[in-house]
């Protein structure tokens, strides 16, 4: 079962990269956002490449669906790292943009860092089901967090600060998102469709995910790619991991494995920060701020010459 919801985790993985590319396509038509609105989701909605790169969001939903279902949060989360050099990867074709080498060393780096860390620490059991008293716990610290992250965004201008604060809250999001999910899919899988739709679940964590987009659109505009991406990306596997071992009592190996863990996330951190680099169109400077866009859900921002 644990090498199926790997599987499936990659999936998911690429499905989303999928969605990315067309959505950062269609992100080159809409008008950037100077502050946090709910108008940019209505620009995007309008956009037909936009909605096909959401249909590759909703494949990637089914897969982590199914990947939850059958393996533990603390495991099928920090795949979704592979989303980054995934996406860059479909739109050198897409696009026909060549990776550089740094590029490959940054790829390299992310796929060695996250082997290393996951083998060091090895999560395995669980429970199916986490108790009430504790989902109560987690979504006051992770509503208030995302709460106290967007009040700080806001009272900060556009700039590297307010996309970290935004990244780090749709990291939040995603994480309990796929959280509440993998309760939601095992009430589906044991119990029927009907169980499915009574649970509180199903529905938090589709308003949740839909409120971690939006949160990531805005963190896409506020800032560098380079600010908001390795919060977006660490911050979804680490909160996931903390989830996965607080709600569903899932197990990771301490001690001394904690050392190559560490160097793992170091790794997949270089990696990230590399690709994000790399990654930051040319004309992202002061006199070219209105071509700014918002970029796709969980992704990173893929340059294009149009």
Not at 15 to 25: D, I
């Amino acid at each position: 079962m644990a090498v199926l919801s790997v599987v499936f985790a990659v999936l998911a993985a690429v499905s989303n990269a999928l969605g990315t590319v067309l959505q950062r396509r269609a992100a080159l038509t809409v008008p950037q956002s100077q502050g946090f609105r709910i108008g940019l989701m209505w620009d995007l909605l309008r956009t037909p490449i936009w909605l096909f790169g959401i249909l590759g969001v909703v494949f990637a939903a089914l897969f982590q669906g199914v990947a939850l279902a059958t393996g533990p949060l603390a495991v099928v989360q920090p795949i979704f790292v592979l989303e980054l050099p995934f996406a860059l990867l479909i739109a050198g074709v897409v696009f026909k943009r060549q990776m550089s080498r740094a590029g490959w060393v940054s790829v390299g780096l992310i796929v060695t860092g996250l082997g290393l860390a996951l083998g060091s620490a090895a999560p395995s059991g669980g429970n199916p089901q986490a108790p009430a008293a504790l989902w109560f716990l987690a979504l006051a610290c992770c509503g208030g967090a995302m709460a106290v992250l967007c009040a700080a965004a806001l009272r900060r201008p556009v700039g590297p600060a307010r996309a970290a604060c935004l990244g780090f809250a749709a990291a939040i999001g995603y994480a309990l998102t796929a959280a509440l999910m993998k309760s939601a899919t095992d009430t589906l899988d044991h119990d029927g469709v009907a169980a499915f739709f009574e649970a509180w679940q199903t529905y938090a964590f589709a308003a949740v995910g839909v409120g971690a987009l939006f949160l990531l659109e805005n963190a896409m505009q506020a800032g560098p790619l380079v600010a908001s991406q390795p919060a977006l990306t660490l911050g979804d596997a680490l909160i996931s991991l903390s989830l996965g071992v607080t709600l569903y009592d899932e197990h990771v190996r301490t001690g001394w494995w904690l050392l190559p863990a560490i160097i793992g996330v170091g790794l997949v951190l270089t990696g990230v920060v590399g690709l994000s680099r790399l990654d930051i169109l040319p004309q992202e400077t002061a006199d070219s701020a209105p071509r700014r866009t918002a970029a796709a859900p969980r992704g990173a921002r893929l340059s294009e010459n149009p």
